[in-house]
């Protein structure tokens, strides 16, 4: 919003130097003031101020919308995490081989 006040004051100088070192008519020097100082100073001040708004609403969307990917990105790994887990546990794996001494061995020919 400054950059729209700084603005507005430079266009109000301008207009009022043209209407006091251009020699026209009181008439034309008083169109020159409106038409090179406060209609323009108007618009950039106004400019500015809307600009400045949305700024503010432009950043807190995107506030908004980066905490609803982090949300959702948590979600889906978490979600994720769940599954791999369940696929690693594997319920129907293979008992393990038990040694015992008391069985004998016959070797094929």
Known sequence: MRVGNHLAIVCLFIG???AVFISD???????????????????????GHVLGLLLVFGVELCDL???????????????AGRRVSNLTEAPHQAKPAEL????????EQ
Request: net charge positive; hydrophobic share 55%; with cysteine.
């Open 25 to 47: 008519s009181l008439e034309q020097r008083i169109g020159n003031l409106f038409s090179f100082g406060l209609i323009p100073a108007i618009s950039f001040y106004a400019g």
């Open 65 to 79: 919308c980066f905490r609803y990917a982090v949300h959702l990105i948590r979600g889906l790994l978490s979600w």
């Open 16 to 18: 009022a130097a043209f």
């Open 100 to 107: 015992t001494t008391d069985a004998n061995f016959v070797a």
